[in-house]
Nanobody
Framework: VQLQASGGGSVQPGGSLRLSCAAS????????IGWFRQAPGKEREGVSC????????YYADSVKGRFTISRDNAKNTAHLQMNSLKPEDTAVYYC?????????????????WGQGTLVTVSS
């Protein structure tokens, strides 16, 4: 499985960014895809995930109401729309992928990790 991540960058507090992740090289009819993040000096945190089967999604409490994950099954792609960004959202964001029917926010669930994308929220 290959993951191609895009998006990220720098934004002021209150701004928005969108991350995308395209998965390829698999044949399963179902999968879980999402993002983790790691800020300097902090533990890695599951941010959000979505299941290809029914679109069920999960969010970390820290991003609920601000981030929205979506998927395009035809393109095996997921998007993370990040609104009302805060300085504490600054981190390297990693796209993750697992051949599971449903998703969760435990990192051991994911066998495939994309390259990190830096998101910086600063004034």
């Amino acid at each position: 499985v290959q993951l191609q991540a895009s998006g990220g960058g720098s934004v002021q507090p209150g701004g928005s960014l969108r991350l995308s992740c395209a998965a390829s090289g698999f044949t399963s009819d179902y999968y879980a895809i999402g993002w983790f993040r790691q800020a300097p000096g902090k533990e890695r945190e599951g941010v959000s995930c979505i299941s290809s089967s029914d679109g069920s999604a999960y969010y970390a409490d820290s991003v609920k109401g601000r981030f929205t994950i979506s998927r395009d099954n035809a393109k095996n792609t997921a998007h993370l729309q990040m609104n009302s960004l805060k300085p504490e959202d600054t981190a390297v964001y990693y796209c993750v992928f697992g051949l599971w029917l449903y998703c969760g926010l435990a990192d051991e669930e994911y066998d495939y990790w994309g390259q990190g994308t830096l998101v910086t929220v600063s004034s």
